[in-house]
């Protein structure tokens, strides 16, 4: 475990899958004991100091502002932030107002149907502008288990008025796992997404959190019987997003001009096989 935590990438065996602070404190990261054990597989935590964790084939951002991705220091550490502005192409990634990271071409950051896998992370909403009545309801994307080729995300987390939301929208799913982040602005929240990767109805998605303050994780919504990996369009494997992603905004439309988020201790952890 401890190779798991202090180094950059972590390969404890391939599934059969393809598979801190300062005053924006973070929860601590998930130890074996927090987490079940189970085997990690790929642990990204910018203690190197570099946008790709010292991981060669990991996405940094395809938007072309220099500070559209930075490594940021946190504590006696490091994490990435992403940041958009609107209006700025600088800042629009594939179309898009976006910065994001991505574990596309990293094996073990992808994952295939029959897959059972964990997903912790921690994020930090910096210097953030909370909603008020009146204010364009759009919401900001923060995490994504993305289906290649293209297609929509399985699943995502956002930010949607003063909550976040847990959303899988070719099922429809949505529902909040922080009803108010406002206290927590500046603060490391810490998240997990348990997913059972099915191409029919027996998959699952389980949404936990782990507040500032928190001992542990509290699970918040759980989606039983349903079929998780479902592209559109032909796709062999999925992967992992996280940065900012603001679809549909604009200044015209009164969204907030610039947004900033950072990330952490980015894990995925395979459930199928035996706890340590």
Known sequence: MAAAIAGTLTLAGLTAAQAGQNTERRAAPGSCAESGGPAPLLTIDYRNGRPDSGIPDLTTTHATAPDASSVVPSGDDHAIAHKVTLGDPAYVSDGAPRSESATNDVHEGKFVVGDEQRYEFSVL??????????????????????????????FYLMTKRNSIAFRSPTLQLQANVVDD????????????????????????????????????????????????????????????????????????????????VHHDDIRVLDLSQPSG
């Open 181 to 260: 982040f406002r206290p927590h602005i500046g603060e490391w929240m810490r998240f997990r997404v348990d997913v059972r990767w099915t191409d029919d109805d027996t998959g699952s998605y389980k949404v936990s959190t782990r507040m500032p303050g928190e001992a542990g994780y509290t699970l918040r919504r759980t989606y039983e019987n349903v079929r998780t990996f479902h592209p559109a369009n032909p796709a062999e494997f999925g992967y992992l997003k996280w940065g900012l992603y603001r679809p549909g905004q604009s200044l015209e439309k009164g969204d907030v001009p610039t947004r900033i």
């Open 125 to 154: 909403l910096k210097d953030w502008k909370p909603y008020e009545p009146g204010d364009s309801e759009s919401g900001d994307i923060i995490f994504q288990g993305k289906h290649a080729g293209g297609n929509l995300p399985s």
